[in-house]
């Protein structure tokens, strides 16, 4: 302990803040001492009540005193420097713009915080294996006989219903042409027209999106047997970084249990897209950026954001 405290601590300074502590924790005790005893020892009324307030005013004035002088020792003992097992990331205190860039006292922090979680969890780990999850003839009664799993449905919708939900979104949206094919069986695939902006190839598996392709309104989507080309990017840059975000769309979309809303959600999404050459970037107000257009909609406002202004 010695060995911290004597890196940018003033020792003899420390030893007498001690010391002060200690003197103010005695006048204020005096003070309390003094309101505790009242007027005291005294003939008239008068007399008591002056010997009580000079009484009680000494008293104030040395805990006034005695705080002043535990501030100005208190700026004499300096800071110790915090030394952790951190390896070579103690040399990061030694950055002069520490107010500026706080990273050590950050990650010392952090570092706090994973051992108390890790502390923690250790406690947790203890109190579940005293949970036995092992079954016994005791355990086992009426309510515990084994049922049979069920089966997801989602995976198997028959395809009448899946046109039934394409067509009630298309009804939607008036701007928005989507039409459906089977090419390959029972898996749908959606050719989505927004507008005269751009073109989106959806490959589903029953209501499941596996796949989207963006590409601009006046570039081929298919291939030389007239089939829908699923594979080749856009040849613009811009439909390639909205085939990147309708991707990351498809990750925050995600809800098993209904996929009828996901399949209209991520439609509403995609529908933000109709005024992509039209919409300002709504933190940096500029139409363009680096030659691209604000090619990011916010999931839940739909707002318009350039890919770098979106952090």
Not at 104 to 127: I, V
Not at 176 to 199: C, D, E, F, Q, Y
Not at 200 to 225: A, P
Not at 234 to 250: E, G, I, M, P, R
């Amino acid at each position: 302990m010695a060995d911290v405290l004597s890196v940018g601590v003033n020792l003899e300074a420390f030893a007498q803040a001690i010391s002060a502590i200690q003197a103010l924790r005695s006048s204020v005790s005096r003070v309390f001492d003094c309101l505790k005893d009242g007027m005291r020892n005294k003939e008239t009324l008068e007399g008591r009540e002056k010997a009580f307030i000079a009484h009680f005013q000494d008293n104030l004035h040395s805990v006034n005193r005695d705080l002043n002088e535990l501030e100005r020792l208190s700026n004499l003992v300096g800071k110790p420097s915090e030394n952790h097992p951190l390896h070579n990331s103690g040399l990061l205190s030694l950055d002069p713009v520490q107010d500026k860039t706080p990273l050590y006292s950050q990650l010392l922090q952090a570092y706090k915080w994973s051992n108390k979680l890790q502390y923690h969890a250790g406690l947790a780990s203890g109190l579940l294996n005293q949970q036995s999850l092992k079954r016994s003839a005791n355990q086992m009664g009426v309510s515990a006989k084994r049922r049979p799993k069920a089966q997801p449905t989602t995976l198997v919708l028959p395809p009448q219903y899946v046109d039934d939900v394409i067509s009630r979104i298309d009804r939607m949206f008036p701007e928005m042409s989507i039409h459906l094919s089977r090419p390959n069986g029972t898996s749908a695939m959606l050719l989505v027209t927004l507008g005269k902006v751009l073109r989106v190839i959806v490959v589903m598996r029953s209501l499941f999106i596996d796949r989207t392709i963006v590409k601009g309104y006046n570039e081929n989507v298919y291939t030389e047997d007239g089939k829908l080309d699923i594979w080749s990017k856009s040849n613009y840059q811009v439909f390639q970084k909205v085939t990147d975000h309708a991707t990351t769309a498809l990750l925050h979309y995600q809800l098993p249990q209904m996929p009828d809303v996901v399949v209209r959600s991520f439609m509403t999404w995609l529908r933000s897209y109709i005024k992509l050459f039209q919409a300002p970037c709504q933190r940096c107000g500029k139409f363009l950026q680096d030659g691209l257009p604000p090619t990011w909609r916010d999931f839940r406002t739909l707002e318009a954001f350039h890919d770098t202004c979106r952090q």
